[in-house]
């Protein structure tokens, strides 16, 4: 297992999130990126094939995204409820109607209260305990509610290739899963099944450009702005060959596991 150590208290308690907000989260850039129809295509699409309706909670939610999207799209089908560290990013989740717990979620007092689903999209590589995160949400779903999981792939051709020089090589991750490493997660918080284990997502920009740079943080905004192109280009009809080549580009790295992400798919027993 890959992991920081030590761990600075910032990234422990979350305030470095609410730092980040401004020049990341909440840039013009990012919201327009992630509010945009085909932000959350992928992830969308494997929730629905599990979970076609019912409650939702979505741990760190950020600017609530995933849940706008999920409950537009599906009216009717679903109630959802966001929770994350980072104050002014749950402020604009608010202002677009997501429903949100301003709490922590270990700590919070959930009562009666069980989901369908719960869902982690990009958040346990940042958290110093994710194994309690995982008995949380295995305490909250109801018998046969499903857990998505979705983190960078430590082993991915980026991370192979790039080593160091990877932009999602940094300070706020704290933990670098692989596909065995996450299933032993899993396995060490018992009551799971695992129902699917994949890899996806593939941008060979990030991969040529962290080629070219020395090894330090990419500006939030530069991010952002690359977020935002690659964005417009999937939504551009012009570029609906180019878009096939990806695509089969992309599944080939998944089926041998070698996507930029791990996605799983936990059943609770």
Same mark, same amino acid.
């Given at each position: 297992?890959?992991?920081?150590?030590? =761990?600075?208290?910032?990234?422990?308690?979350?305030?470095?999130?609410?730092?980040?907000?401004?020049?990341?989260?909440?840039?013009?850039?990012?919201?327009?990126?992630?509010?945009?129809?085909?932000?959350?295509?992928?992830?969308?699409?494997?929730?629905?094939?599990?979970?076609?309706?019912?409650?939702?909670?979505? =741990?760190?939610?950020?600017?609530?995204?995933?849940?706008?999207?999920?409950?537009?799209?599906?009216?009717?089908?679903?109630?959802?409820?966001?929770?994350?560290?980072?104050?002014?990013?749950?402020?604009?989740?608010?202002? &677009?109607?997501?429903?949100?717990?301003?709490?922590?979620?270990?700590?919070?007092?959930?009562?009666?209260?069980?989901?369908? $689903?719960?869902?982690?999209?990009? =958040?346990?590589?940042?958290?110093?305990?994710?194994?309690?995160?995982?008995?949380?949400? &295995?305490?909250?779903?109801?018998?046969?509610?499903?857990?998505?999981?979705?983190?960078?792939? #430590?082993?991915?051709?980026?991370?192979?290739?790039?080593?160091?020089?990877?932009?999602?090589?940094? $300070?706020?991750?704290?933990?670098?899963?692989? $596909?065995?490493?996450?299933?032993?997660?899993?396995?060490?918080?018992?009551?799971?099944?695992?129902?699917?284990?994949?890899?996806?997502?593939?941008?060979?920009?990030?991969?040529?450009?962290?080629?070219?740079?020395?090894?330090?943080?990419?500006?939030?905004?530069?991010?952002?702005?690359?977020?935002?192109?690659?964005? $417009?280009?999937?939504?551009? #009809?012009?570029? #609906?060959?180019?878009?096939?080549?990806?695509?089969?580009?992309?599944?080939?790295?998944?089926?041998?596991?070698?996507?930029?992400?791990?996605?799983? =798919?936990?059943?609770?027993?």
């Amino acid at each position: 297992m890959l992991f920081a150590n030590p =761990v600075e208290t910032q990234f422990i308690q979350g305030t470095f999130y609410d730092q980040l907000a401004e020049p990341y989260y909440l840039s013009a850039d990012k919201l327009e990126s992630d509010y945009a129809p085909v932000r959350f295509r992928r992830e969308l699409r494997l929730f629905r094939r599990h979970c076609p309706k019912g409650s939702v909670i979505d =741990v760190g939610c950020s600017t609530g995204a995933f849940l706008y999207q999920l409950t537009i799209r599906h009216p009717g089908r679903y109630t959802g409820l966001g929770t994350d560290v980072a104050g002014p990013a749950l402020d604009y989740a608010t202002s &677009r109607d997501v429903n949100v717990l301003r709490a922590s979620f270990l700590e919070h007092n959930f009562g009666e209260q069980r989901f369908d $689903a719960v869902t982690f999209w990009a =958040v346990l590589e940042h958290l110093a305990e994710p194994g309690q995160f995982l008995s949380k949400a &295995r305490a909250l779903l109801k018998p046969g509610g499903f857990c998505f999981i979705l983190v960078p792939n #430590a082993q991915s051709l980026a991370t192979r290739f790039l080593g160091t020089r990877y932009r999602y090589i940094m $300070a706020e991750h704290l933990n670098y899963f692989t $596909a065995d490493t996450l299933n032993r997660l899993v396995a060490h918080e018992h009551g799971w099944s695992v129902v699917n284990l994949q890899t996806t997502h593939f941008n060979p920009i990030v991969i040529w450009q962290d080629w070219r740079r020395a090894r330090e943080r990419v500006p939030d905004a530069e991010r952002a702005g690359l977020l935002k192109k690659t964005t $417009a280009w999937k939504q551009d #009809a012009l570029l #609906a060959p180019a878009r096939l080549v990806y695509g089969a580009a992309e599944l080939c790295l998944s089926r041998m596991r070698l996507a930029d992400n791990l996605v799983i =798919v936990l059943r609770r027993r």
